[in-house]
């Protein structure tokens, strides 16, 4: 398939990811939370078949880990429910569906985890993406599931903006360094995706390369920080100690210190 000749119609095109698809993907058919809620099925399936795009891209989820755990049904409904009902959508209209999912529907038991190991995840957030998997292949082949993880990029909350916030407002930041996984910049990832829909069906994991933990990831970041242990950081939503995604399938991405040098250089520039 010839990737720029395609007609790609994104939901989610608000968020952090979902930013940098438009630029990636500049002729798609955009959509934000204040255009479509992708909960109405029938709206979900209408905008599918009138657009009639080839490829469809999911970047909309609720992605507040900790709430999910207060929030469990709305979490199930747009992360679980609603890629089934873009799912439907693409099957009617014959298109390709790109959805993102996560580590999280890993329990962290193992060190590392290819895409044909079994998911058991250990919170909400984790178990409503799981249900968006499971709906997504009930309900069509041509999908690209994409696993990733720790996601920072320009246009939205992450980890990375939180460290330099932090470290100007506090002497010393305190970071977890018992949960390790593999940090990734949403500019790369969008620009994978584009690969990505020439590839076969089937699960990916998409990530930058090389691991760390939270607290290795914040010392690249800022100079004030130190260690801690989980137990010491109470959170709503349970974390998966190990939740490092191993790509058997396409080429690997760039390593995560020299993605996110790129992503501080351009927030320098922009200040
Ligand atoms: N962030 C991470 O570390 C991470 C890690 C692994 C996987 N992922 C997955 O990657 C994808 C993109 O994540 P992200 O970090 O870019 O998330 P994000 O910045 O929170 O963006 C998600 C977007 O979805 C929109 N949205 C929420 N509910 C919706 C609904 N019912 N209908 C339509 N749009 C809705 C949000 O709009 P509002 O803000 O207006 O609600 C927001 O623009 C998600 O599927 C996420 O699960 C993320």
């Known amino acids: 398939m010839v990737v720029g000749k395609i007609k790609t119609l994104i939901f989610g095109a608000g968020g952090m990811l979902g930013t940098e698809l438009c630029t990636v993907f500049p002729d798609a058919v955009k959509l934000k939370h204040r255009d479509l809620d992708i909960r109405d099925r029938e709206k979900v399936i209408e905008t599918i078949e009138t657009n009639k795009p080839d490829v469809v891209i999911n970047a909309a989820g609720y992605t507040a880990v900790d709430d999910c755990e207060e929030n469990r049904e709305l979490a ?3 992360n679980g429910a609603a890629p ?3 799912a439907q959508g693409c099957k009617r209209a014959g298109a390709i569906l790109v959805h993102y999912s996560t580590d999280y529907i890993f329990d962290g038991s193992k060190k590392e985890y290819v895409e044909s190991d079994s998911p058991n995840p250990v919170n909400a957030y984790g ?3 799981l249900a968006g998997e499971m709906n997504i292949i009930e309900n069509m082949e041509d999908h690209r599931i994409v ?3 720790w996601l920072y990029g320009a246009h939205g909350r992450n980890f990375v903006d939180t460290m330099l916030m932090l470290s100007g407002k506090m002497d010393k930041v305190k970071v977890v360094n018992d949960q390790f996984g593999k940090p990734t910049y949403t500019a790369d990832l969008a620009r994978k995706t584009k690969e990505l829909v020439g590839l076969p069906a089937g699960v ?3 990530t930058n390369e090389g691991v760390c933990s939270w607290y290795e990831f914040a010392s690249a970041i800022i100079k004030n920080t130190v260690q801690c242990t ?3 950081f109470p959170r709503k939503a ?6 490092v995604l191993v790509n058997t399938k396409t080429t690997p991405m760039r390593h995560w210190r020299d993605a996110l040098a790129e992503y501080l250089k351009r927030n320098e ?3």
Do not use: L
Not at 238 to 243: C, G, L
């Open 76 to 78: 199930f409904d747009i």
């Open 84 to 86: 089934g009902y873009i």
């Open 127 to 129: 178990s409503s993406k």
């Open 147 to 149: 696993r990733t993880s």
């Open 204 to 206: 990916y994991h998409i």
């Open 230 to 232: 989980s137990d010491e």
């Open 238 to 243: 349970r974390r998966p100690k190990y939740s």
């Open 269 to 271: 520039a922009i200040q």
